[in-house]
């Protein structure tokens, strides 16, 4: 890992912004702050912070607060992943940011050495959150025991080369990054990709995404 992390933090209390960011431990670099969705968008295009700290009610927008955030954001900055910290432990809301594409939630009762772990995991491609939030996934995405032969069955439909694609695409690597580890071109990544999306009858990397964390293959 590396030892610096650039995050934004996005949330319209200016109060809980400027705690959690002294709250922060080092190794974490607060290149900005939004406190709404339009700002946020626009934000982290020209900042590309490795993780967008995120609460899930904003203002403006078209009233989609924070998976708006991450829905606008996604198509332009791919590399930068997204972790909800809310006072919200509501399973709608925790379903609701993690079908739009965060890679997690905390809730605000986190400390900031907890907030700074979870930074670290999030930017490292692992999903994090609260202990009693990650019911409501498992529940949202059909974890259940009887699912695993049609999981397995799915599975059986990709080639291996397209399984180790599928699971960095699916932890959040950036084509380029899945390119660099695998050592191939950007090209046979995105036809891999292409070929999982089809053969999961999938429409978008966040579904892929939703999936694979609910059957534990991260």
């Known amino acids: 890992m590396p030892d610096r992390y650039s995050i934004v933090i996005v949330d ?3 109060i809980f912004r400027s705690g959690l960011r002294a709250d922060l431990d080092g190794s974490i670099e607060v290149l900005g702050e939004a406190a709404d969705v339009d700002s946020a968008v626009a934000m982290i295009a020209d900042l590309a912070p490795q993780v967008v700290l995120l609460d899930v009610h904003l203002p403006g927008g078209a009233g989609g607060g924070g998976a708006e955030v991450i829905r606008r954001s ?4 791919e590399s930068t992943r997204f972790l909800a910290l809310s006072v919200s432990d509501s399973a709608e809301d925790v379903v609701g940011v993690i079908r739009a594409g965060a890679r997690g939630y905390i809730t605000k009762t986190s400390s900031g050495a907890e907030v700074s772990r979870a930074i670290a995991a999030v930017a490292a491609g692992d999903a994090v959150f609260s202990p009693r939030l990650a019911g409501f996934v498992l529940d949202a995405f059909g974890a259940v025991a009887g699912e695993q032969a049609e999981t397995n069955e799915e599975l ?10 599928m699971r960095l695409i699916a932890r959040g690597y950036a084509y380029k990054e899945v390119a660099a580890e695998l050592y191939i071109s950007v090209k046979t990544v995105e036809s891999h990709v292409s070929a999982v999306l089809r053969k999961l009858q999938f429409s978008s990397r966040h579904e892929l995404t939703a999936w694979a964390l609910a059957r534990k293959l991260l």
């Open 12 to 14: 319209d209390h200016s």
């Open 74 to 77: 996604g198509a332009v900055r």
């Open 156 to 165: 059986d439909r990709l080639s291996a080369r397209e399984l180790e694609v």
